[in-house]
C-alpha cells in the first residue's frame, strides 16, 4: 500500500502565500506522476498541477503564474508553492500519486484565503 500525507494548510489572506507538501510512502514501486488536486464546497475536484517522472510540469489555467510545484525524488514528497492566493483558491488540497498499476490519494489539507 502507498500512503499520502498532505501538510501546510491554514488560513491567509489575499495576496498571501502557502507551501503544500506531500509525503509518499510504503510499498511505492514505481511513480510515474505526482500532482495536487482540489475541491472546493459545492463543487467537483480539479487538477491543479502535476509533475510527471521526467520533471516535466502542467499547471491549470486558474493558477499558472502563481503556483509551482516540485517534487524531490529522494524524499517521493511534492511540493505546491502557492503565491498571490485569491478567495478563489479556498478549497481542500488533495495530493494524487500516479503509479504503475492505479492512482492514489491522500486524506487533503484545507486551504482558506480569507480576507
Known amino acids: 500500500q502507498v500512503q499520502l500525507v498532505e501538510s501546510g494548510g491554514g488560513l491567509v489572506q489575499p495576496g498571501g502565500s502557502l507551501r503544500l507538501s506531500c509525503e509518499a510512502s510504503?510499498?511505492?514501486?514505481?511513480?510515474?506522476?505526482m500532482g495536487w488536486y482540489r475541491q472546493a464546497p459545492g463543487n467537483e475536484r480539479d487538477e491543479v498541477a502535476e509533475?510527471?517522472?521526467?520533471?516535466?510540469?502542467w499547471y491549470a489555467d486558474s493558477v499558472k503564474g502563481r503556483f509551482t510545484i516540485s517534487r524531490d525524488n529522494a524524499k517521493n514528497t511534492v511540493y505546491l508553492q502557492m503565491n498571490s492566493l485569491k478567495p478563489d483558491d479556498t478549497a481542500v488540497y488533495y495530493c494524487?500519486?500516479?503509479?504503475?498499476?492505479?492512482?492514489?490519494w491522500g486524506k487533503g489539507t484545507l486551504v482558506t484565503v480569507y480576507s
Open positions: 510504503g510499498s511505492i514501486s514505481s511513480i510515474n506522476a
Open positions: 509533475i510527471v517522472s521526467g520533471g516535466k510540469t
Open positions: 494524487n500519486l500516479v503509479g504503475r498499476f492505479r492512482n492514489y
